[in-house]
């Protein structure tokens, strides 16, 4: 008998399964790099531009997240209804060209224009990529496949952090004199060319990735192909898992929006040794945190444990609110360092965890669509609001030289909110996932 909710779809072989999952995590790594190096490149956006720590916030969060937000559902729409491959590579294309344009901006409103449409690509990634997982896999087997997507995440930012560093530096030594077209262009507007040209070279990657012949089954309680109606019959659990992704997000937006920029101005780390520093920790910290975190789960949910990935959570989320005030008051690297990846290690598994409970619950014909309003969540809550707060209360409340100080009061507040939401949808849950499991032993 196949478990609860089992997919409606064909499974594709192992090996096409984790092909397409290893693409999913170069593609997503990259969206992650052009979508977060800006975070590195911000002090001499600043500096050109005239802005302060209010205005950098928005370009890092808002201008992205605008149109990210405004073409999730409908780009989720069309993933369900038409080719997710199709879909993917055309937003691939956009926010890559986006990217490269990022670099040629005139001012603010401009750069803040192209990230929006930076973003608008970029909505694809989600939605499109979490269906195709949740194709390719049974559900009692999601957390490793969607755990290496989530790993893309945040080696993506660690790539684009450290690159960004590095191409600061390169450009300041006059390592990109007399080079075509961005010989003549500062330092920042050189990386974010050189970091939005490996999108265009992943359409290569495309044609790997697995498209199922879609089966559609008569529709029952619980797993409705109709979208509304399993969000209202379900209102309590999918209010608490989005909610709960939105607010979980905002400590890790806090790491990659304003870390860098905490680095190289109350810690006094040069932009090269800073993106290096981050783009390791990161790197290490997702692997190593999210990949424990999804074996675990896998290991209870394949003895019978239905609520395994909140079951294996709540030590992280806890252990995370203490690290992220310790961490963000550091005062030199060597405290630094060390706190910011054991903080990492607790964080990371975040996203493993909002998707694979998204995915667990989501009717296959509603994969793509209740991934996007997830990732709304996050990004409107997560990823604008986290460094938005972060930065007014530098600016206007605490003084931007203590940006530590505002990084606590937003990271390990949304901490302790999230700990209470995850605590809150265990129960309906572990209702949900028993009455998906009766009804299959019925049906058998």
């Not at 559902?73 to 990217?99: K, N, Y």
């Not at 014909?365 to 309003?373: P, Q, T």
Request: aromatic share 10%; hydrophobic share 55%.
């Amino acid at each position: 008998m196949a478990p609860a909710g089992e997919p409606l779809t064909a499974l594709p072989t192992r090996g096409q399964a984790w092909l397409s999952t290893a693409v999913i995590f170069v593609l997503t790594s990259i969206a992650l790099a052009d979508r977060m190096a800006i975070s590195m490149l911000i002090g001499p956006i600043k500096a050109e531009f005239g802005l302060g720590d209010f205005k950098a916030s928005l370009l890092i969060g808002l201008a992205f997240t605008l149109f990210y937000v405004l073409f999730l559902l409908p780009i989720g729409m069309a993933a369900d209804r038409f080719s997710r491959r199709r879909v993917l590579a055309i937003c691939l294309a956009v926010w890559s060209a986006a990217t490269i344009a990022c670099g040629f901006a005139a001012g603010f409103v401009s750069l803040f224009l192209a990230r929006m449409i930076v973003g608008a690509g970029e909505a694809a990634i989600g939605p499109c990529s979490h269906g195709i997982i949740g194709d390719s896999f049974p559900r009692h087997a999601l957390a490793k496949p969607l755990a290496v997507q989530g790993i893309g995440f945040q080696v993506g930012p660690a790539i684009g952090v450290a690159a960004a560093g590095a191409i600061l530096a390169g450009g300041a030594s006059g390592a990109f004199a007399g080079w075509p077209l961005l010989g003549e262009l500062a330092p920042w507007r050189v990386a974010f060319v050189l970091i939005g040209l490996p999108g265009l070279l992943a359409l290569m990657l495309i044609p790997l990735l697995h498209e199922p012949h879609r089966v559609r089954a008569a529709p029952d309680v619980g797993t409705s192909g109709e979208f509304w109606p399993f969000l209202r019959g379900n209102a309590l659990l999918m209010t608490l898992i989005f909610v709960s992704a939105g607010v979980s997000a905002i400590s890790l937006g806090v790491v990659t929006g304003w870390v860098p920029a905490y680095l190289q101005r109350t810690l006094g780390v040069s932009p090269m040794a800073a993106g290096a520093a981050m783009g390791s920790i990161l790197l290490a910290a997702a692997i190593l945190g999210q990949g424990l975190y999804s074996i675990i789960v896998d290991w209870f949910a394949g003895r019978g444990a239905l609520d395994a990935p909140i079951r294996v959570g709540l030590l992280p989320i806890a252990l995370s609110i203490p690290l992220g005030w310790l961490a963000f008051g550091a005062r030199d690297t060597a405290s630094f360092y060390p706190l910011l990846f054991v903080f990492l290690l607790c964080i990371t598994p975040f996203n493993a965890l909002n998707n694979t409970l998204a995915q667990q619950v989501a009717p296959p014909a509603l994969r793509s669509r209740i991934s996007a309003v997830m990732i709304f969540a996050i990004s409107i809550i997560g990823f604008a609001g986290g460094p938005a707060l972060v930065g007014w209360l530098s600016e206007y409340v605490v003084g931007e030289g203590r940006l530590g100080l505002a990084m606590q009061i937003v990271a390990t507040s949304a901490l302790a909110l999230n700990l209470v939401l995850v605590i809150a949808t265990r129960g309906p849950l572990l209702r949900f996932m028993s009455a998906q499991q009766a009804a299959d032993q019925r049906k058998s």
